[in-house]
């Protein structure tokens, strides 16, 4: 079944009591483009994140965000003062109460207050760690992903089918009116060269050959073989699981070649207008393939 290129999904995991939050967006590109952002220590899983994205996706602009959803911290954390910096900060304010002439004592209070002079150090985690805290979130996010593109393939498919189908149908009508046009012609060319001629006897077997001429260019039975041959290659195609949006771009650029071919060799009016309405339906089909996987 096709898939869409377009979709989104999100999920919250959480380990260690901290809460990590996956966010996958895809959008339409004729390649691979992958976008990662990853929080701080989450950024060594660059590669395994890459591939685990990778073997899901084939063909599209995905932005994968993996962040820290909030500031919980382990029980296993700890506290690290920062000496140099509160020196820094009691220099600076023994210099600001001299400048000022201000008396008094700089409390252990206040420089304990002061910004990263107290940090909270969390535990340092392994590669691995990691890579089991994000891979079950990753794994859900991924899925839910699948789903969503799979439905929207599911509602392409039916449009694309009953646009195939329609195709089909204009191809026959066509088919049925070649007769027709070489008939109309051979008696329209009749009573031209009668009314040119007057009393003078008609040589059937001129008139013979030139509607033989005109029946030989304007012959589209190869064009139509070829037309019907590429439009069951796409019906194909919707029941494939392999992403198959690049070969249906070819298939229908093939579609529009066959289709212009018969409108140039074409002399009626009515194939001209089916001809235009296969277009039509085409320029439709065209839009839609570039949402398709």
Same mark, same amino acid.
């Given at each position: 079944?096709? *898939?869409? $290129?377009?979709? =989104?999904?999100?999920?919250?995991? !959480?380990?260690?009591?901290?809460?990590?939050?996956?966010?996958?967006?895809?959008?339409?590109?004729?390649?691979?483009?992958?976008?990662?952002?990853?929080?701080?220590?989450?950024?060594?899983?660059? %590669?395994?994140?890459?591939?685990?994205?990778?073997?899901?996706?084939? &063909?599209?602009? @995905?932005?994968?965000?993996?962040?820290?959803?909030?500031?919980?911290?382990?029980?296993?954390?700890?506290?690290?003062?920062?000496?140099?910096?509160?020196? !820094?900060?009691?220099?600076?304010?023994?210099?600001?109460?001299?400048? +000022?002439?201000?008396?008094?004592?700089?409390?252990?209070?206040?420089?304990?207050?002061?910004?990263?002079?107290?940090? =909270?150090?969390?535990?340092?985690?392994?590669?691995?760690? +990691?890579?089991?805290?994000?891979?079950?979130?990753?794994?859900?996010?991924?899925?839910?992903?699948? /789903?969503?593109?799979?439905?929207?393939? /599911?509602?392409?498919?039916?449009?694309?089918?009953?646009?195939?189908?329609?195709?089909?149908? !204009?191809?026959?009508?066509?088919?049925?009116?070649?007769?027709?046009?070489? *008939?109309?012609?051979?008696?329209?060319?009749?009573?031209?060269?009668? %009314?040119?001629?007057?009393?003078?006897?008609? %040589?059937?077997?001129?008139?013979?050959?030139?509607?033989?001429? +005109?029946?030989?260019?304007?012959?589209?039975?190869?064009?139509?073989?070829?037309?019907?041959?590429?439009?069951?290659?796409? /019906? %194909?195609?919707?029941?494939?699981?392999?992403?198959?949006? &690049?070969? $249906?771009? =070819?298939?229908?650029?093939?579609?529009?070649?066959?289709?212009?071919?018969?409108?140039?060799?074409?002399?009626?009016?009515?194939?001209?207008?089916?001809?235009?309405?296969?277009?039509?339906?085409?320029?439709?089909?065209?839009?839609? @393939?570039?949402?398709?996987?």
């Amino acid at each position: 079944m096709i *898939k869409s $290129m377009t979709a =989104f999904a999100q999920e919250t995991g !959480t380990d260690r009591e901290q809460s990590l939050t996956v966010l996958i967006r895809t959008y339409n590109s004729r390649y691979l483009d992958l976008n990662l952002r990853l929080a701080g220590p989450l950024a060594v899983l660059e %590669d395994r994140v890459k591939s685990a994205v990778s073997a899901r996706v084939q &063909r599209g602009r @995905v932005e994968c965000s993996i962040q820290f959803a909030g500031p919980g911290r382990t029980r296993n954390g700890s506290l690290a003062v920062n000496l140099p910096l509160a020196r !820094t900060y009691q220099a600076r304010l023994q210099e600001l109460q001299a400048a +000022l002439g201000l008396s008094g004592t700089i409390e252990l209070g206040l420089l304990a207050g002061l910004k990263d002079v107290l940090v =909270f150090q969390e535990p340092a985690l392994s590669e691995e760690q +990691l890579w089991k805290a994000v891979q079950k979130p990753l794994k859900k996010a991924l899925d839910g992903l699948e /789903k969503m593109r799979l439905n929207e393939g /599911k509602h392409l498919g039916r449009d694309l089918l009953a646009r195939i189908r329609l195709i089909e149908k !204009t191809a026959g009508q066509i088919a049925q009116r070649v007769p027709v046009v070489v *008939k109309a012609y051979q008696e329209k060319l009749t009573k031209r060269i009668q %009314d040119l001629l007057g009393e003078v006897a008609l %040589d059937p077997n001129r008139l013979a050959q030139e509607v033989a001429v +005109l029946a030989d260019r304007s012959d589209i039975s190869e064009e139509l073989v070829r037309l019907a041959s590429h439009l069951r290659q796409l /019906k %194909d195609l919707l029941a494939e699981t392999q992403p198959v949006g &690049r070969k $249906m771009e =070819f298939l229908l650029q093939e579609v529009n070649r066959e289709i212009n071919t018969i409108g140039s060799k074409s002399l009626d009016g009515a194939i001209a207008e089916r001809v235009v309405a296969v277009k039509a339906e085409l320029e439709k089909m065209r839009e839609q @393939v570039q949402n398709i996987e």
